[in-house]
């Protein structure tokens, strides 16, 4: 089945620091991968879509500045955080498509495992 | 935007019960999926939805596409200890479009 992976799993930096997230798509090619935030008990909020070859799109609120993202092939997108902080801590997911073919072409999300990412 | 209330947001429950929970959006959506997540894990997809009102299963798991297309209802039937984790309905409104996410329903299953 399809997977995809996230690396690293966790990372702790140091606050103005930056740190990138790999999001790959390891047994189908994803034109599309999405970019999620997840704060504890809370549900995941969609950071910006990733498509491949072309500048990612954001969601309203988002700094474009602070999370850069790359799609650079079609089989990884990367997350960068830029000059973290504190407030920058939280669980960061990818998700990629998957066409099932199904009654109406449906495109199913496969999600990574995420990447929990704590800035002191 | 569309806006997805998911309910109950947690439920306490007996191993060999079963357990419901729905999703509601304010305007339509063309595919309803469910996924479980685990703690530190992401989502796994548990059932996908794609016509209204289609009825589902996967195993213990039952999921239905309603009728105007603006909710959904996930059924886990005889709950065992595994079925812990949280809950999520998402809705998509075009085959390659973002997904909208529920909040969430936390269940707990004790012996």
């Known amino acids: 089945g399809a997977v995809v992976s996230q690396h690293p799993s966790w990372v702790i930096c140091k606050s103005g620091t930056s740190v990138k997230i790999e999001c790959r798509s390891l047994d189908f090619q994803a034109t599309t991968m999405f970019w999620y935030r997840q704060f504890p008990k809370q549900s995941l909020m969609l950071m910006a879509t990733?498509?491949?070859?072309?500048?990612?799109?954001?969601e309203q609120g988002v700094e474009k500045d602070k999370f850069l993202i790359n799609h650079a092939s079609l089989t990884l997108s990367t997350l960068t955080v830029t000059s973290a902080h504190p407030e920058d801590s939280s669980f960061y997911i990818c998700?990629?498509?998957?066409?099932?073919?199904?009654?109406?072409?449906?495109?199913?999300?496969?999600f990574g495992a995420g990447s929990r990412l704590t800035v002191l | 935007g569309q806006q997805l209330n998911q309910s109950p947001q947690s439920m306490f429950i007996q191993e060999g019960e079963d357990v419901s929970m729905n999703c509601t959006s304010s305007s339509i959506f063309n595919t309803w999926l469910w996924y479980k997540q685990d703690p530190g894990e992401g989502p796994v997809l548990l059932i996908a939805?794609?016509?209204?009102?289609e009825l589902t299963s996967n195993g213990r798991l039952t999921a239905q596409f309603g009728i105007t297309r603006k909710d959904s209802f996930l059924n886990i039937s005889a709950s065992i200890p595994s079925d812990v984790g949280i809950y999520f309905c998402?809705?998509?409104?075009?085959?390659?479009?973002?997904?909208?996410f529920g909040a969430g329903t936390q269940v707990v299953v004790t012996p």
């Open positions: 939805l794609y016509k209204a009102g």
């Open positions: 998402a809705g998509q409104l075009s085959s390659w479009g973002k997904l909208q």
């Open positions: 998700s990629a498509g998957v066409y099932t073919g199904g009654p109406s072409g449906a495109n199913v999300l496969t």
């Open positions: 990733s498509n491949e070859g072309s500048k990612a799109t954001y």
